[in-house]
């Protein structure tokens, strides 16, 4: 039965995004790609939380002929080994992926393929990598859990608030820009309105977290709602500061109020998701809707991780992943940061000398950049079915960095679903994701750490001017 299942889940695995790379369209293959990776986080993220129930444990042990034991020994206990190894394994794959692909610069590239296509023997390997870890002894699980893996979750979430922050920046000055070339009164209205927006949610939260989550005797959530707000008006003050906004204009309050807006949702989210040991989580004493909660709750975290993933993945400004850059083989003249440049070798065909002159028309701004790709899709004639196949001159991300991203977000959901769960929340019923302390408070130390890093990112530019030019 075990063989029979994983052949079914491979081939529906693999027919999922072969569906996907066809429905995208022209959307690209690079962004089929990255959809298909993260719908296979998400399925992973699901069936291992689904592995944290009794149910799902005494089916393991029974089509395994009660090789896996679900008793508790010591610190180990029930889905707890299950989960690591799942994720894992998973995490293995993307390592194996990552150093497989180290220097892919185009899909021209004979390794190409293996990150956009070939999903039938990828899914089949990953499963194997599955099966293979249930033979690993628990111990090594027991250490990987409590180390590797919550060091690479830190990871994670480090690299999710450095995106965050950079997309306030890009956010604001992307209405800025379109203020001062278009003067419209549309994207003024946008940008103020919502900053506006954004600062009133933040302080409407914080209202609703005074008046349900900070009763008598609930000191951990007054102190973590109290410290956000104080950090809203400090990062707010910061960002209008005389002293920022002489050497970044286009610092302000649109930026702070996409960082509020988040960090008090943390919180909030935070407050929300902890043990009711204290009496201070009135949501887990509404119990007429506790699965449905718990249920709805899990898939939205597990959408989450995944949408962030490929997000971190995928984003070159912070970073430092690979842009397109359209290098197509040929020296460029004058282009320092590898943008289109002159033509300095006799191309060999016919095509090459339709793309230099392409290439030519994009660096005198007479074509957009996307007519490369447009010209390359034209050309291949030998596979109208596919995509349009928009990395035949530069890859849009670094495959390498993009595994590398996924492996620390497997890392992350096996440290939140493991994370001090409570045995008796196993029997006969899913587990809520994240109500714990340990992801309440990495949840509240992470808004944190956000403030820090956008504040941070404010007063750099005055502490070292030499490094940053605006």
């Known amino acids: 039965m075990g063989t029979v299942w994983g052949i079914a889940a491979s081939c529906c695995g693999a027919a999922t995004c072969s569906a996907v790379f066809s429905s995208c369209g022209k959307c690209g293959n690079s962004i089929a790609t990255r959809i298909a990776y993260a719908l296979i986080l998400l399925f992973n993220s699901i069936v291992s939380w689904i592995m944290l129930t009794d149910w799902a444990m005494k089916k393991l042990s029974h089509l395994t002929l009660d090789y896996v034991d679900i008793k508790c020994h010591g610190e180990l206990c029930y889905g707890y080994a299950a989960v690591q190894r799942i994720n894992f394994a998973l995490g293995m794959f993307h390592v194996i992926m990552a150093l497989i692909l180290i220097g892919v610069r185009s899909s021209k590239d004979g390794r190409a393929p293996i990150q956009n296509g070939f999903w039938g023997p990828k899914i089949i390997g990953w499963l194997v990598m599955v099966v293979l870890t249930f033979f690993v002894p628990d111990s090594f699980f027991l250490v990987w859990g409590n180390y590797f893996a919550m060091i690479g979750a830190c990871l994670f979430l480090l690299i999710g608030l450095i995106l965050l922050v950079d997309l306030a920046h890009n956010w604001a000055e992307y209405c800025q820009e379109k203020i001062e070339v278009t003067e419209s009164r549309f994207w003024t209205g946008l940008l103020v309105g919502s900053t506006l927006f954004m600062y009133l949610a933040s302080f409407a939260m914080t209202i609703v977290m005074y008046i349900y989550f900070a009763r008598s005797g609930c000191g951990m959530n007054?102190?973590?709602?109290?410290?956000?707000?104080?950090?809203?008006?400090?990062?707010?003050?910061?960002?209008?500061?005389?002293?920022?906004?002489?050497?970044?204009?286009?610092?302000?309050?649109?930026?702070?109020?996409?960082?509020?807006?988040?960090?008090?949702?943390?919180?909030?989210?935070?407050?929300?998701?902890?043990?009711?040991?204290?009496?201070?989580?009135?949501?887990?004493?509404?119990?007429?809707?506790?699965?449905?909660?718990?249920?709805?709750?899990?898939?939205?975290?597990?959408?989450?991780?995944?949408?962030?993933?490929?997000?971190?993945?995928?984003?070159?400004?912070?970073?430092?992943?690979?842009?397109?850059?359209?290098?197509?083989?040929?020296?460029?003249?004058?282009?320092?940061?590898?943008?289109?440049?002159?033509?300095?070798?006799?191309?060999?065909?016919?095509?090459?000398?339709?793309?230099?002159?392409?290439?030519?028309?994009?660096?005198?701004?007479?074509?957009?950049?996307?007519?490369?790709?447009?010209?390359?899709?034209?050309?291949?004639?030998?596979?109208?079915?596919?995509?349009?196949?928009?990395?035949?001159?530069?890859?849009?991300?670094?495959?390498s960095l993009f595994h590398v991203i996924f492996f620390l977000s497997t890392a992350w959901v096996a440290t939140l679903l493991t994370s001090s769960f409570n045995e008796k929340e196993m029997e006969n019923d899913f587990v809520p994701v994240g109500r714990t302390y340990w992801a309440s408070w990495a949840k509240i130390i992470s808004a944190w750490v956000c403030y820090g890093i956008y504040t941070w990112s404010l007063v750099a530019p005055v502490v070292l001017p030499e490094r940053f030019d605006y």
């Open 222 to 399: 007054q102190a973590a709602i109290t410290i956000n707000l104080l950090l809203i008006l400090i990062s707010s003050t910061v960002s209008i500061h005389p002293t920022v906004q002489n050497i970044n204009p286009r610092a302000g309050l649109a930026q702070s109020a996409i960082v509020a807006i988040y960090c008090t949702y943390l919180t909030l989210s935070a407050v929300g998701m902890e043990p009711d040991d204290h009496q201070c989580n009135p949501l887990i004493r509404a119990r007429g809707t506790r699965k449905a909660t718990v249920i709805i709750g899990a898939f939205v975290t597990f959408i989450t991780v995944a949408y962030t993933t490929t997000r971190a993945a995928t984003y070159g400004l912070a970073l430092g992943a690979q842009g397109n850059s359209y290098g197509n083989g040929y020296t460029a003249v004058g282009s320092d940061d590898n943008e289109h440049g002159l033509v300095t070798q006799q191309p060999e065909s016919r095509r090459e000398m339709r793309q230099a002159a392409l290439r030519a028309a994009v660096e005198s701004g007479s074509l957009p950049a996307s007519a490369l790709d447009d010209s390359d899709s034209d050309d291949e004639d030998d596979a109208p079915a596919k995509g349009r196949d928009d990395e035949r001159n530069a890859t849009q991300y670094n495959y």
